[in-house]
């Protein structure tokens, strides 16, 4: 019976290569077939260019497109053609890196990956390496602590509902909104109707070039189409003292 190869997920961090671990790092550096997700034919894959560094000139790259779409019949038609593709690496013994923004199994492309790459072949060896989430990285660049004593954390990946987010910016404790994107204004006059505007801050692309950082968020109004998807916003809700 052929061997087949093992699809190792590795979470790349949020943009500094450095911030890649030893463990991904490593794998990266060995696996021959590496496949990179990218939101358009055209466009260049983040996650490629964050894992350059560790790659061997004999790499072999893989780009695969993941849309950024809502039609789920589409995104269906797209994570399997994807997961066959990898299956059929697989099956020729080859291991595959999949590596993936910010950790493997937060609000991650892998995730449908591999989900739906056991439905066409349960029996698939699968090795997943975490990786530093992109609030992690916000909160150490920023001085910025994310959970203190008892206080919750909640991480609301934004949305054009609002109620998630209403209901989250009424807790004691620390708010983490992810994709922050176009729905920027949205999102600060939530900030300012809850009276946490100031207790706020914003990084967009952090680790990366063209990183963004702010603490005063009434001057990003406006800025929402430059901001991108890559962006955060950390609120302090905490009501009491640390308990």
């Given at each position: 019976m052929d061997k087949k190869g093992t699809l190792f997920g590795v979470g790349i961090?949020?943009?500094?290569?450095?911030?890649?671990?030893?463990?991904g790092a490593r794998l990266l550096g060995s696996c021959r077939h590496v496949v990179v997700?990218?939101?358009?034919?055209?466009?260049?894959s983040v996650a490629l260019r964050i894992i350059q560094p560790h790659l061997k000139p004999a790499t072999q790259i893989h780009e695969l497109v993941f849309p950024m779409v809502v039609n789920p019949e589409e995104l269906m038609a797209k994570w399997n053609e994807s997961a066959s593709y990898v299956a059929a690496l697989l099956n020729k013994g080859e291991d595959v890196c999949f590596p993936t923004l910010g950790d493997t199994f937060?609000?991650?492309?892998?995730?449908?990956?591999?989900?739906?790459?056991?439905?066409?072949?349960?029996?698939?060896?699968?090795?997943?390496?975490?990786?530093?989430?992109?609030?992690?990285?916000?909160?150490?660049?920023?001085c910025f602590p994310v959970g203190k004593?008892?206080?919750?954390?909640?991480?609301v990946p934004s949305a054009d509902d609002?109620?998630?987010?209403?209901?989250a910016l009424k807790t004691n404790g620390t708010v983490?909104?992810?994709?922050?994107?176009?729905?920027?204004?949205?999102?600060?006059?939530?900030?300012?109707?809850?009276?946490?505007?100031?207790?706020?801050?914003?990084?967009?692309?952090?680790?990366?070039?063209?990183?963004?950082?702010?603490?005063?968020?009434?001057?990003?109004?406006?800025?929402?189409?430059?901001?991108?998807?890559?962006?955060?916003?950390l609120v302090d809700t905490s009501k009491d003292e640390m308990k």
């Open positions: 961090g949020p943009g500094d290569p450095e911030l890649v671990t030893v463990k997700p990218k939101a358009a034919e055209a466009s260049e937060l609000y991650s492309t892998y995730i449908y990956l591999v989900q739906a790459l056991l439905a066409i072949a349960p029996d698939t060896r699968i090795e997943t390496v975490p990786g530093v989430t992109a609030f992690s990285a916000v909160a150490a660049r920023m004593g008892k206080h919750p954390v909640t991480i609002f109620a998630t987010l209403d209901v983490v909104i992810m994709k922050v994107g176009k729905r920027l204004d949205a999102i600060l006059d939530k900030l300012e109707e809850h009276n946490v505007l100031e207790k706020s801050v914003f990084a967009a692309h952090v680790g990366m070039a063209d990183e963004h950082l702010e603490t005063d968020l009434r001057k990003l109004r406006g800025t929402g189409d430059k901001t991108g998807y890559l962006s955060i916003i």
